[in-house]
């Protein structure tokens, strides 16, 4: 089964430096990116891959809200 870049950070299983090796993937077009769009395959909601596209280094923020189950501010 597939798991994408956030819910393998939030299981401990990824980093958040390892995401331009995700985004490469995706671009390679590595298993699991089919059909997907990169904040599908990255596991960002539209909100949060708009976040981090813009403020990259506001991942760990993105992440965190996760654990939490907040909303990004």
Known sequence: MFKTFVERCLEGTAQPGDID?????????APGSEDRTLDEYLGF???EGAIWARYGSRL????????????PA
């Open 45 to 47: 909601t539209p909100e």
């Open 21 to 29: 090796d995700w985004v490469d993937a995706w671009h390679e077009s």
């Open 60 to 71: 760990g923020e993105i992440l965190e809200n996760r654990r939490q189950n907040r909303q």
